[in-house]
T-cell receptor
Framework: GESVGLHLPTLSVQEGDNSIINCAYS??????FIWYKQESGKGPQFIID?????DKRQGQRVTVLLNKTVKHLSLQIAATQPGDSAVYFC??????????????FGQGTILTVHP | KAGVTQTPRYLIKTRGQQVTLSCSPI?????VSWYQQTPGQGLQFLFE???????NKGNFPGRFSGRQFSNSRSEMNVSTLELGDSALYLC???????????????FGAGSRLTVL
């Protein structure tokens, strides 16, 4: 039958604005979280990660916040640039110590940055 | 250093055929994972290999299989192709055990399979 595509959330911002992309995760046992960026025609690219024993981690222009109480993850991008336009995925590792590469991905958010 | 290399980048098959996709991980990376990406289901975990052993498998039928070689290169195979197998197949590599079990995955550009 006909497949129905995921209806991805979208976020549209102006160049120079700050962007916040949100993600709800499902498994309270997840101990490692990652944000990936995927541009058209490319594979996902690592942005930043955070372990469950932290609630905030900063990188270059990006900050990840983790709220384990409500199982929520967010990615903040400062001074958003047109090159930041992409689909952003959060991912969680809930396999404990048994896996190095098994991640559960969120549905993704489309970020569009207007010059 | 070179990234994760996947071949072929694009391929077209017909229903009932089989396909083999190849992945060369980053030099020194010993863990390889495979994911299927479709508009309908998003990114879904297929399987994971380390030291030529499958460590985890996702919820896919037995038509999907894979293996890893002693040089860490990996292949995945899909037999008896169905229309719904049309997807972008992504390979990712990571260093492997570092004590914590959590590694950064580096993805390749993917192999786009179209089944007619």
């Amino acid at each position: 039958g006909e497949s129905v595509g995921l209806h991805l959330p979208t976020l549209s911002v102006q160049e120079g604005d700050n962007s916040i992309i949100n993600c709800a995760y499902s498994n309270s046992a997840s101990d490692y979280f990652i944000w990936y960026k995927q541009e058209s025609g490319k594979g996902p690219q690592f942005i930043i990660d955070i372990r469950s024993n932290m609630d905030k981690r900063q990188g270059q222009r990006v900050t990840v916040l983790l709220n384990k109480t409500v199982k929520h993850l967010s990615l903040q991008i400062a001074a958003t640039q047109p090159g930041d336009s992409a689909v952003y995925f959060c991912a969680e590792n809930n396999a404990g110590g048994t896996s190095y590469g098994k991640l559960t991905f969120g549905q993704g958010t489309i970020l569009t940055v207007h010059p | 250093k070179a990234g994760v290399t996947q071949t072929p980048r694009y391929l077209i098959k017909t229903r009932g055929q089989q396909v083999t996709l190849s992945c060369s991980p980053i030099s020194g990376h010993r863990s390889v994972s495979w994911y299927q990406q479709t508009p309908g289901q998003g990114l879904q975990f297929l399987f994971e290999y380390f030291s030529e052993t499958q460590r985890n498998k996702g919820n896919f039928p037995g038509r999907f299989s894979g293996r890893q070689f002693s040089n860490s290169r990996s292949e995945m195979n899909v037999s008896t192709l169905e229309l719904g197998d049309s997807a972008l197949y992504l390979c990712a590599s990571s260093l492997g055990p570092q004590g914590s079990g959590a590694n950064v995955l580096t993805f390749g550009a993917g192999s786009r399979l179209t089944v007619l």
